[in-house]
C-alpha cells in the first residue's frame, strides 16, 4: 500500500527533493543551536571580549534569519507537493468515475462517492506532504540530539535513556487504536452524507407525507453514532497527549535534578548544563511531530485504501481489446437467445430473440416490470447479456469499441436530466462541438423554438437547479433537440411521452414522428394509442416477447394485446 502511495509522488521528485532538503537542513540547525549556547557560555563568554560576543550573537541570528526562509519553502513548496498529488489523485478517480458501469451507480450511495474524491483525498494530501518529511526530520532529530546529548555529558544522557522508553512506549500504544478509530469515523461521514443527500433529493416527497419526524429520527442515529465515534477518537487523543506530555516533563525533571548534581560536583559546565536542557528542548519537538504524524497519518492511509479500492473496481463494462470504432451503422438489429438479470439467479430476460430492420419502428408494449426497458438497456450496453448476444447490422456489439456504439444510439426517457446551466448548453449536449445555427435548427425541429422565443434570455436562458424550471413537455422536447443534433441511427424512446397531458403530447407526437424518420427505433409506451402505427407491435411478459405484429394483427389474435388495448380503450 506504502509503495503504491509513493508512485504518486514520482512526477513531482524535483519539489520533494527540494522541500525535504530544506526541511532537514532546517531540522539540523534547530540541532545545532544547543551547542552553540554550551560554546557561547563556557568558552565565549570567560573571554570577556564583547567584539566577539557581538560576532557570535549576528552569526546566530543570520542563521535564524536562514532558518526562516527554510521554514517559508517548507511549508509553501511542501504543501505544493501535497496539492499536486492531490489533485492528480482526484482527477485520477473523476475519470475512473466515468468509466464505471451502470451496475456500479446502482448499488452505490452518492455521498460516499462525493466523500471519497473530496474529503479523503484532502486527508491524503495532507500526509502526502507531511508524511515522509515529518517521520524523517523526527528520526533524525531524534538520533541527532542523543548523539549530541552524549557528546555533551554520558552519564546525564544515559539517564535520559532510561526515561525514553516510556515515551516510546506510550506513542505507539495508541497509533493502532487511533487508526481503527478513524477509519470508523469516516465510515460514518459516508452514511451521514448519504443520508443528507437522500433527504434532499426527496424532500418533497418527507414533507408530502409530513414524515419530518420520521426523517429527524432516522439522522438522529447516524448523528448520534457519528458523535459516539468521534468522542472516542478524541478520548483516545486526550490520553495520549496528557500522558506524552507528562512523560516528557518527567524527562525534563530527570535532567533539571541530575544535571544540578553534576554541576555541583563539577562534572558538567554551566554552559552544558543548559545546552543540555536545550537539546531536551529539541528532543521533545520529534516527539510532538511523530505525534501528530500518528494522528494525521491514519486518517490519510484510511482514505488512501479506499481511493485504492475505488481505483481498484474494474468497470464491467469496458472495451474488450480489439474493439473497433465502427462507423455510422445502417441500424439492422437482432438479439439473440438474449439472458439477463440485475441479480445473479434472477433473470429478467429469459431468451430473448429479435429481429428489427434498419429503419423499422418495433413498439413494446406489456406488463410493467416485463423487461422493455431492460431490453432497450442492453443495447448500448449500459449492462451486458449474461448470454446469448446483440448485434447491430451482424456486428456483435461487444466487439464495437462503447463510444462509437453509444454514438448510434438516441434515447430520450420520461425523465430529462437537465445540466446546470443554458438551453444553449443543455441542447448542445448532444453534439458538443454544434454550431449556432445546428443548435437553432434542432430546437426548431424539436418545437422547441417558440418555447424559447418566449424566454427572456432566449437559448442563454439558465435552467436546472437554480435557473427558470421548464414544464415535462418542454424538457422533452429538449431531450428530443438533443437527438436530433446527435443525429444516431437508432432512436430509442422509453415512455418518452407517458408523463404528458394529451394536448402537449400531440406536439411531441409530431416531434418524435419526425425525429423516427430514417432511424431504427424502439418505442416504448405506455398509451397504446401512440404506437397503433408502429411498424411492429412486441408483447413482452417476463422477459420474453409472447405475441407479435402489427395492431391489427395483434388485435385479431385474441391475446395478450388484444386484452391490454380492451383495458385502455374500452
Ligand atoms: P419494464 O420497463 O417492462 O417496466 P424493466 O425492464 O424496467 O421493466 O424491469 C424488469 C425487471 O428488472 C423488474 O423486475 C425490475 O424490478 C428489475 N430491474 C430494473 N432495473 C433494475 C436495476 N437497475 N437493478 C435491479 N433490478 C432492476
Ligand atoms: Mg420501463
Redesign the pocket.
Same mark, same amino acid.
Given at each position: 500500500m506504502l509503495k503504491r502511495f509513493f508512485t504518486y509522488y514520482r512526477p513531482h521528485r524535483g519539489l520533494f527533493v527540494l522541500d525535504f532538503s530544506c526541511a532537514v537542513t532546517s531540522g539540523l540547525l534547530e540541532l545545532g543551536f544547543p551547542i552553540a549556547v554550551k560554546v557561547f557560555i563556557d568558552t565565549l563568554l570567560p573571554t570577556g571580549q564583547w567584539g566577539l560576543i557581538a560576532l557570535a550573537s549576528a552569526g546566530l541570528l543570520a542563521i535564524y534569519i536562514l532558518n526562516a526562509g527554510l521554514m517559508a519553502t517548507v511549508t509553501y513548496w511542501g504543501h505544493m507537493l501535497g496539492i499536486n498529488i492531490e489533485t492528480e489523485m482526484r482527477a485520477k478517480a473523476f475519470d475512473h468515475l466515468q468509466k464505471l458501469s451502470?451496475g456500479f451507480f446502482?448499488n452505490q450511495k452518492t455521498g460516499h462517492l462525493v466523500a471519497r474524491l473530496t474529503k479523503d483525498l484532502e486527508e491524503i494530501g495532507e500526509v502526502a506532504h507531511h508524511g515522509p518529511e515529518d517521520l524523517f526530520i523526527a528520526v533524525m532529530t531524534l538520533i541527532g540530539a542523543f548523539i549530541l546529548m552524549f557528546s555533551v555529558n554520558v552519564k546525564l544522557a544515559l539517564i535520559t535513556a532510561l526515561v525514553v522508553p516510556l515515551v516510546a512506549w506510550l506513542t505507539t500504544r495508541y497509533g493502532g487504536r487511533m487508526t481503527r478509530n478513524w477509519q470508523a469515523l469516516y465510515g460514518r461521514v459516508g452514511d451521514f452524507n448519504a443520508r443528507i443527500e437522500e433527504n434532499v433529493g426527496g424532500i418533497r416527497v418527507v414533507q408530502a407525507f409530513a414524515n419530518e419526524d420520521h426523517e429527524r429520527r432516522l439522522f438522529v442515529r447516524d448523528n448520534q453514532s457519528y458523535r459516539r465515534t468521534k468522542l472516542e477518537a478524541y478520548r483516545i487523543m486526550a490520553a495520549s497527549t496528557s500522558l506524552s506530555y507528562l512523560s516528557m516533563r518527567l524527562i525534563q525533571m530527570t535532567v533539571m535534578v541530575a544535571g544540578s548534581y553534576f554541576v555541583i560536583t563539577g562534572e558538567l559546565s554551566a554552559g552544558g548544563f543548559i545546552g543540555f536542557l536545550l537539546l531536551v528542548g529539541v528532543f521533545f519537538r520529534p516527539i510532538e511531530k511523530i505525534n501528530s504524524v500518528i494522528e494525521t497519518y491514519p486518517k490519510g492511509i484510511a482514505g488512501f485504501k479506499r481511493y485504492a479500492s475505488f481505483l481498484d473496481t474494474r468497470p464491467d463494462i469496458a472495451d474488450r481489446p480489439g474493439a473497433r470504432d465502427v462507423g455510422k451503422l445502417r441500424g439492422d438489429i437482432q438479439y439473440r437467445d438474449v439472458h439477463f438479470g440485475?441479480?445473479a439467479g434472477r433473470d429478467?430476460l429469459d431468451g430473448l430473440n429479435l429481429t428489427i430492420q434498419a429503419g423499422e419502428t418495433v413498439a413494446f408494449v406489456?406488463? =410493467?416490470?416485463?423487461?422493455?426497458?431492460?431490453?432497450c =438497456?442492453l443495447l448500448p450496453r449500459f449492462y451486458e447479456v449474461d448470454s446469448g448476444s446483440i448485434a447491430i447490422d451482424g456486428i456483435d456489439i461487444r466487439n464495437m469499441t462503447l463510444r462509437s456504439l453509444r454514438g448510434q444510439i438516441g434515447i430520450v426517457q420520461q425523465d430529462v436530466f437537465l445540466f446546470a446551466g443554458t438551453i444553449r448548453e443543455n441542447i448542445a449536449y448532444g453534439r458538443l462541438e454544434a454550431t449556432e445555427a445546428e443548435i437553432r435548427d434542432a430546437a426548431r425541429r424539436a418545437r422547441l423554438d417558440e418555447v424559447i422565443a418566449s424566454l427572456p434570455a432566449g437559448l442563454d436562458t439558465l435552467i436546472g437547479e437554480r435557473g427558470v424550471k421548464l414544464s415535462g413537455g418542454q424538457k422533452q422536447r429538449l431531450a428530443i433537440a438533443r437527438i436530433f443534433l446527435k443525429n444516431p441511427p437508432i432512436l430509442i424512446l422509453d415512455e418518452a411521452t407517458s408523463a404528458l397531458d394529451t394536448e402537449t403530447e400531440r406536439a411531441i407526437q409530431q416531434a418524435l414522428a419526425e425525429l423516427s424518420k430514417g432511424r431504427t427505433t424502439l418505442v416504448?409506451a405506455h398509451r397504446l394509442a401512440t404506437i397503433v402505427n408502429a411498424d411492429r407491435i412486441a408483447v413482452?411478459d417476463r422477459g420474453v416477447i409472447v405475441e407479435q405484429g402489427d395492431h391489427q394483427e395483434l388485435l385479431a389474435s385474441d391475446g395478450m394485446y388484444r386484452r391490454l388495448s380492451e383495458a385502455q380503450f374500452g
Open positions: 451502470f446502482d440485475y441479480a429478467v406489456g406488463p =410493467s416490470g416485463a423487461g422493455k426497458t431492460t431490453i =438497456s416504448i413482452i
